[in-house]
Structures are given as structure tokens and as C-alpha cells.
């Protein structure tokens, strides 16, 4: 297969972790005879130095015309410590996901065998978790309007979501349940707010063309305290853009470390996958990051081809590392240290 990637390292360590998803994913390429033509183009921090734009128009030409993206991460202090910067770094993350089309994050958490013990959670909590996250991603809060009144004494956001925002993203989260243990619950606040009450409504008129699957709703509240209580016993949720933004790092901490959990976003036409931790930028540099989560990113984009046996592949090379102790220093307890580049050798050689 031939495939085409736009490659969008962004800021912080993004460049060196997706340095290591290319090493690997070319090493797959190579295994399994497939051939890759990577396009690199700016985003983030690194766009706006360049040519004041987070998400500059080459750059969503680059997007649009390729088969999938792999993005590393973006974010500067320079603009994290400014309130009033004009231009930021996460404007162009909303824009690209706008422009795109990109309105289901898919977000896995699970548990790795080898490192059940890291996690700060107990073992007999964690044991057994895969859950999946669906978050709205183009409508809510962050999209909708949003200002200073009296004289920026009183600001506002408004939250909007339509029938059928709430309905392709319900659609996505039924579908992976029917590939999974048939299990869906929806994630709102529906006893306090208007869009919570559209989306519990709109997924309970859904449920009859999915007949197979067992759904629930839960107050984002209540799943905040049961993701850390009893992970395991969730299996794919679907929710809101805020909702999720909140949720999903909460559950990404439950396998421990922000290093090791992929994501997608899915679009009609393309899609986007990205490891779910930031741009870390005092770490750039430096050769400490962890490059598994967008190893695991690239996995993701390999299997959403349908290259099922890629993905396996790839999945399997990470677990080898972590049994065998080739790991970052986030997870090294004690034991040796690996640069990101290091791991991400031994994952190239080991697919």
C-alpha cells in the first residue's frame, strides 16, 4: 500500500517522539512491504514564529490532500504565560480540527501487564481495564461564542450543540460497542444543563436501531469518581467536548504514564492520530520524553487503514519494551534509563 502521511511534529518534544513513530512506522513499511511518502508542514508555536499562524493555510492544503495525519503535540510557554497573546498556539489545534472535519476523539485507556504497579491507582482497580473514549470535538464550549463585557469585568462562553452533532458522534460510539462488549454510556449533566438534555435525549431515541447494546447515562460528576474507583467496569463512552478534554486525562494517568496513550480524531474524509500527552517543553531536548504513546498513535493509523497485522506488530515491539525494561525515564523505576531515541531504535529493530 502506498500512503501518504502529513507529518505535523508542532512544539516541545512533538518533533523528537514523532521522529521515533516515523523510525518505526518505516521500519513496518519496510517488514510488510508498504511504502511511505511522509509531508511535513507547521503547526503550533513553531507556525506562529515562522509565519504568524498556528494553522497556516499551506499546512491545511498538506492536511486535506493526505491519507491520514500524524501530529506530535503543540504548546509554548512563551504563550501558556500570556493571557492577552493576540495569536496562540491552540487556536490552530481548534482550526485544524474545524477545518478538517475532525469531530470524534477516539481515546483508549488500558492497562499494560508489566505496569500494573506504576499506575497510581491499586492494582485490583485497574486490572482488566479498556475503556474508549468518544469526545465530541468540533461543537461545545470552545466553539461557541465567546467575549468581555463591562469592561472585561464579565466574560462568557457560550456551550451549543445541534441534534445532529450529538447524532454522528452517538453513531461512532454505538458502532465501536457493537465491535466491543456492547456496552455505551453517555456522559452528560443532563440535571443542570440545556446541551446535556439534547444529547441524553438524542442517543435515547437511538437506541433503538442498536438493540444489542447496553446504554447508561452517567453525570460527568459521578464518572469522574468511578473512573478512578472502578475503571474497568466502563467500556466505550461517548460525550461532550469539555466533558471529554477533562475525562480522558484523568483516565490516561490510569495506565501510568501520559507517555504510553494514543488517540484519534476521525473525520469524513481524514483522519488524525496523536499520543495524548503535551508538548512538555521542559523536556525538549533533552532525549527523556516517552515516544510510546505515538508509536501507539501510528498503530492506530496503520489499523484505520485496515492494516490490522501492522497494528498488532507495532503494539507487540511496545509490550516487548516495556517487559523488558527499554523504557523512558517516566517509567524506568529505578532501573535503566532510555533516551527517546534509544527506545525508539530498539522498537524499529524489533518490529
Known sequence: MKLNIALLAGDGIG??????????????????GHEITWKPALTGAAAIDAVGEPYPDETHEVCKNADAVLFGAIGHPKYDNDPSAPVRPEQGLLKMRKALGLFA??????????????????????????????????GGIYFGEKGRKDNGDTAYDNCVYTRAEVQRLAKKGFELAMTRSKKLCCVDKANVLE????????????????????????????????????????DVLITENLFGDILTDEASVISGSMGLMPSASMGAEVSLFEPIHGSYPQAT??????????????????????????????RDAVNKALEAGVVTEDLANGGKVYGTKEVGDWLAANV
Do not use: C
Open 105 to 138: 476523539n477516539v481515546r483508549p485507556t488500558f492497562t499494560f501487564p508489566s505496569l500494573l504497579d506504576k499506575s497510581p491507582l491499586k492494582r485490583e482497580r485497574i486490572e482488566g481495564t479498556d475503556l474508549v473514549f468518544l469526545r465530541e470535538l468540533t
Open 195 to 234: 446541551t446535556s438534555r439534547l444529547w441524553r435525549e438524542t442517543v435515547q431515541a437511538m437506541e433503538k436501531d442498536y438493540p444489542e447494546v447496553e446504554v447508561s447515562y452517567e453525570f460527568v460528576d459521578a464518572v469522574a469518581m468511578r473512573l478512578v474507583q472502578w475503571p474497568n467496569s466502563y
Open 15 to 32: 518533533p523528537e517522539v514523532i521522529d521515533q513513530a516515523v523510525k518505526v512506522s518505516d521500519a513496518i513499511a519496510q517488514k510488510f
Open 285 to 314: 531536548g533533552l532525549n527523556i520524553a516517552n515516544p510510546m504513546a505515538t508509536v501507539l498513535s501510528a498503530a492506530m493509523m496503520f489499523e484505520n487503514f485496515g492494516l490490522m497485522e501492522e497494528g498488532k506488530a507495532m
